[in-house]
């Protein structure tokens, strides 16, 4: 009898001792969760990122705070965003309920991630978007600052500035068509996908176009997961466009660049297509993607700083595959999140906001800082322009996504030209050259 009781208070004492192990492990444990549409591109983009910034970082001993080293602990939820906005919000729900988690990064459908934002911010929880541009992400910030001063953006710059840069791109594009091919006037076919994002893009593009010199040819507005977009292609090609802006941040991005290659339409693609800034664009459209232009964060071979190179060729080996901007949920942590916690000495969101707001990180893609408005109210929001945050233009040739812009390009006549290290020349499709060129 007395053997047994002693083997209970062992198996007792050993219960009690591995609970409390396991809670002192636990409280050493900084847990971020990664929401994003998992299933797909951008939302495995999310996980690679922040999985490779949490082995970075843990390998190095983790997040000191205070006086204490604390590791990073993931944890995946798929927002399933694409298809369903209330799978997003379960997604963020449990992140916030059973996992307890303390920081958020990720997101991506604008629907999806005001719901999701939300969410995080009646928990008060820091949530890093990585993927979602609409600009009342952060105007949210500014007009109700107590409610949503826990959420910042992460990456991409906003829709607005995303029409910029694009707009950039179209001209430069428009401007080498006008003088290699000598047309004197071009006529521009607006492609969009039915995402809230894209709307400000077109409104913004019809605005445009006349203001340049150029000529809306019409607007097309398929599904962001239409796999056959045939029929408006054929609109496009009898509307008698030279070029077609394309604002894809989905799947479709890759029927409308098969099809658009099998059809040889006499049109360059310039734009946003998200699908096309991965290295799988190419076998998935079976090589007709060949001349695609598109916005995109990285390719492999520029450099906007030094720590391009070493994120890309890192994530390169870990991934068999060049990161696509999603994937900046790795600077998200490693830049911005992980310096702010140390700077701050705490995990108290409210401590650790002013410290963001603050900040002026490199980082791969360039230097990310966030601006106030014109009323001087914070934003949470990115900076774009030269020394901050450009992205570039890359387009497909030969197989692989190059860089092309920016090219010599000066901001304003008194700018000093830029031109990231690896940016090569925008090549014509030479179908759209011999229908043309006289």
Not at 117 to 138: N, R, S, V
Not at 140 to 149: F, I, L, W
Not at 289 to 295: A, D, I, K
Not at 311 to 323: A, D, L, N, R, S
């Amino acid at each position: 009898m007395k053997g047994k009781r002693l083997l209970w208070v062992v198996i007792m004492m050993a219960a009690i001792a591995w609970t409390f192990g396991a809670s002192a492990w636990a409280a050493d444990t900084i847990k971020i969760g990664v929401i994003g549409p998992m299933q797909f591109v951008q939302g495995k983009g999310h996980w690679n990122g922040a999985t490779m910034a949490a082995d970075e970082i843990n390998a190095k001993g983790g997040v000191k705070v205070g006086k204490k080293m604390m590791k990073i602990e993931l944890v995946q939820a798929d927002s399933n965003e694409f298809l369903n906005v209330t799978d997003a919000t379960n997604a963020m729900e449990l992140l916030m309920t059973k996992h307890k988690v303390d920081f958020v990064v990720g997101g991506f459908r604008t629907e999806a991630v005001l719901a999701m934002q939300d969410i995080a911010m009646e928990y008060k929880k820091i949530f890093i978007g990585c993927g979602a541009a609409h600009p009342e992400l952060c105007e949210r910030v500014a007009q109700n600052y107590d409610t949503y001063k826990y959420f910042f953006r992460g990456t991409p710059f906003n829709s607005k500035f995303l029409v910029k840069t694009s707009f950039l791109h179209l001209k430069y594009v428009g401007d080498l068509l006008k003088s290699k091919l000598n047309i004197p006037a071009l006529k521009v076919a607006i492609v969009a996908e039915k995402a809230m994002w894209a709307d400000p893009m077109v409104s913004a593009t019809e605005g445009y176009l006349p203001k340049i010199g150029m000529e809306v040819a019409g607007i097309w507005r398929p599904s962001s997961v239409a796999t056959d977009v045939t029929a408006e292609l054929s609109a496009i090609q009898r509307s008698g466009a030279q070029m077609i802006f394309t604002i894809f941040s989905s799947s479709v991005g890759i029927p409308f660049a098969r099809q658009a290659g099998e059809l040889k339409i006499p049109a360059v693609q310039v734009g946003i297509n998200v699908e096309a800034q991965k290295d799988g664009f190419w076998e998935a459209t079976q090589g007709l993607g060949e001349y695609v232009f598109t916005m995109a964060t990285y390719t492999q071979g520029v450099e906007y700083n030094e720590l391009t190179k070493p994120f890309i060729t890192t994530y390169v080996k870990k991934y068999g595959e060049t990161p696509t901007y999603t994937a900046d949920t790795y600077s998200a942590i490693v830049h911005s999140l992980v310096p702010a916690i140390e700077k701050s000495g705490t995990l108290d969101a409210d401590k650790i906001v002013p410290v963001l707001e603050e900040s002026t990180a490199m980082v791969p893609s360039g230097i990310a800082k966030y601006y106030k408005d014109e009323q001087g109210r914070q934003t949470h929001d990115l900076t774009w322009g030269p020394g901050y945050l450009t992205s570039m233009g890359g387009q497909w040739q030969a197989g692989k996504l190059v860089g092309v812009w920016p090219n010599k390009w000066k901001a304003s006549e008194d700018a000093p030209e830029i031109t990231y290290k690896g940016i090569i020349d925008y090549k014509i499709p030479p179908w759209v050259e011999a229908a043309y060129k006289k």
